[in-house]
Nanobody
Framework: QVQLAESGGGLVQAGGSLRLSCLAS????????MGWFRQAPGKEREFVAG????????YYAVSVKGRFTISRDKAKNTVYLQMNSLKPEDTAVYYC????????????????WGRGTQVTVSS
């Protein structure tokens, strides 16, 4: 049973930075993709960034490319999301998720999810 635990959310002013962490446990990861998603009030959950666990290839939503960076530390079984130049529209609950196989950005393709961490960006 995969368990994912996010941390690092909080309140930050526009233009500021936060780093989210996702500790993964319950299995050995190899041919997996780790993803960050977010959900704002009244909106659907959306893809933010993804990374291949084995090779480290990354991909991003257009809205965050150039501002956010996803990375992973295999030794710590942890995935990070460095968020810079934050905007009020980045306010959401951020979720970590994992899937086996090829990289996608579809919510329905990810089978295991964390409980989320709140990020609030004030203007």
């Amino acid at each position: 049973q995969v368990q994912l635990a996010e941390s690092g959310g909080g309140l930050v002013q526009a233009g500021g930075s936060l780093r989210l962490s996702c500790l993964a446990s319950g299995r050995t990861f190899s041919n997996h993709v780790m993803g960050w998603f977010r959900q704002a009030p009244g909106k659907e959950r959306e893809f933010v960034a993804g990374i291949g666990w084995s090779g480290g290839s990354t991909y991003y939503a257009v809205s965050v490319k150039g501002r956010f960076t996803i990375s992973r530390d295999k030794a710590k079984n942890t995935v990070y999301l460095q968020m810079n130049s934050l905007k009020p529209e980045d306010t959401a609950v951020y979720y970590c998720a994992v899937k086996a196989g090829f990289a996608t950005s579809r919510v329905v393709d990810f089978g295991s999810w964390g409980r989320g961490t709140q990020v609030t960006v004030s203007s």
